[in-house]
């Protein structure tokens, strides 16, 4: 009977660590459901909607100027913050804040992205804390899933002009 029991609960424990290790690797590599908080990427994302985000861009250099990311915040490793690519390495960004009236820029360094929210008078991004280093992404939002008025693929940024070309 003993045996029996034991049996039974090392089946159990070795079920459990089985499917957590896969639980794990899909929420690592694959993606995951994130709910986003604070105002800094309204219009695009309001406090408390929910999105999922994909891993897997990540981790084959696959982001782009335009896209949403999740990523550990520079100024607070605990948290992750959601915001917009603005620029690459190399690009050339535009570091002051809108209602300045002389334009600072600067170019993105090596291995680093440029951050900034949607809310562009509303939003602790890149403009505050600099580029951001590409091994702090977590991941790419490509679909909001709440609230479901606006379930689908999210829209491009309302601040384009930011995007610089040369």
């Known amino acids: 009977m003993l045996r029996h029991a034991l049996g039974k609960a090392l089946r159990f424990l070795g079920y459990t660590v089985q499917y957590g290790c896969m639980a794990h690797c899909a929420f690592e590599y694959l993606g995951g459901i994130v709910v986003c908080s604070g105002p800094s990427m309204e219009p695009t994302i309001q406090n408390s909607d929910i999105v ?3 891993n897997l861009s990540r981790h084959f250099y696959c982001i782009r100027k335009g896209d949403i990311v999740i990523v550990k915040s520079p100024n607070d490793p605990k948290s992750n913050i959601c915001k917009r ?3 690459l390495e ?3 960004v535009c570091t002051s804040n809108p ?3 002389l334009k600072s820029h600067s170019y993105v360094p090596k291995g680093h992205v440029w ?3 949607d809310n ?3 939003s602790t991004d890149s403009r505050c804390y600099g580029p951001v280093p590409y091994g702090l992404i977590r991941g790419r939002i490509c679909l909001k ?3 479901l008025n606006d ?3 999210l829209r491009a940024s309302p601040n384009g002009h930011r995007f610089l070309d040369d």
């Open 115 to 117: 951050l900034e929210g």
């Open 90 to 92: 190399g690009d050339k």
């Open 52 to 54: 999922f985000s994909e």
């Open 99 to 101: 209602s300045d009236f």
């Open 145 to 147: 899933i709440w609230p």
């Open 85 to 87: 690519v603005i620029g």
């Open 151 to 153: 379930f689908g693929f």
């Open 120 to 122: 562009l008078r509303n």
